[in-house]
């Protein structure tokens, strides 16, 4: 059954499936595991699909959930997108299925990408350039945003610093920089009809997001991956004035849980008719869930 926004709290639009419900973890991508839940102080066991959908459906909190093809950038083998669409559309009273095409498989990640919209139900896309290692606007990745772009749909850029790698030997390899929100610009002029979520407070650069935002019509911010009140206060200034229909819920889940994220964002000084903005009706806006 479609999500009845009446009977939801929430919408959390950054939520993560890290480990396949029939492949073991990958061994490279365990690494990064290991490090990223020292960095978060979050349990290493990652659950998996089913337990996740449990979890929101519990709280009554909506999510889109997705995986993070990076098997150029750094050699892990991806959980599958077609795993993903198929558990989260038994499961559509709260699971949004979004899917992740690495952009250096370019032509023929566009071919997947246009089959998971049309025949699986995908209502969106993840792209995470530091672990994908390569520009967001490298032409490369263009043929798989024009699909995207061709359907109006949701795709969410990582900015900001990563605890992925972070404590890592050479940040295991991937490079912070592609992490730049300024670097989204350009897909953001070519692809107007994209509508671009730039996924966390993007510190270092937490005002280019904030002036993209400002500035481009399609450009859209989550605010997952800290907890709010460890925001710089320019998020909590423009969240509740000239971005208060810009900025999402994301949790960045599983290394934050969502109602932890939820009970620190009430302390944090967003307006009393801006949270539930934030929480919920912008989300239904940009997913066009209404």
């Known amino acids: 059954m479609p999500i009845d926004l009446s009977r939801i709290s929430a919408i959390d639009v950054h939520v993560h499936a890290e480990v396949s419900c029939h492949d073991p973890e990958d061994p490279v991508m365990g690494q990064f ?45 991806r959980v599958s997108n077609y795993e993903v669409a198929e558990i989260a559309n038994r499961n559509d009273d709260v699971c949004i299925p ?9 032509k023929l ?3 997947e990408a246009r089959d998971l919209i049309e025949n699986h139900g995908v209502r969106g896309f993840k792209f995470h350039h530091i672990m994908q290692n390569c520009l967001p ?33 050479g940040g295991g390899g991937v490079r912070l920089k592609y992490g730049q929100p300024m670097l989204v610009d350009d897909v953001a002029v070519d692809f107007p009809d994209m509508k671009i979520i730039l996924a966390h407070p993007s510190w270092p ?19 997952s991956g800290w907890s709010p009140k460890y925001f710089a206060p ?12 810009k900025m999402l819920f994301g949790s ?20 009393d008719d801006v949270l539930p903005l934030i929480m919920k009706d912008n989300a239904v806006r940009v997913l066009g869930l209404a």
Request: aromatic share 12%.
């Open 33 to 77: 595991f290991d490090a990223a839940s020292a960095y978060f102080k979050a349990p290493r066991e990652r659950p998996k699909m089913p337990e996740i959908i449990e979890i929101y459906r519990e709280q009554q909190i909506a999510f889109c959930m997705f995986t993070v093809d990076c098997e150029s950038g750094i050699g892990a083998k």
């Open 98 to 106: 979004f899917a992740s095409v690495d952009p250096h498989k370019g």
């Open 109 to 111: 990640g566009a071919r």
């Open 137 to 169: 606007a490298d032409q490369m990745g263009y043929p798989i945003y024009e699909v995207i772009n061709h359907y109006k749909l949701p795709a969410i850029f990582h900015t900001g610093h990563s605890g992925m790698g972070t404590g890592m030997r």
């Open 205 to 223: 650069w937490v005002d280019e997001s904030l002036s993209m935002a400002l500035h481009k019509d399609n450009v859209f911010i989550d605010l």
């Open 234 to 245: 320019q998020i909590i200034q423009y969240a509740n004035t000239q971005l208060k229909h």
């Open 252 to 271: 960045d889940f599983p290394l934050i849980h969502p109602a932890k994220w939820i009970s620190a964002a009430k302390q944090v000084g967003f307006r």
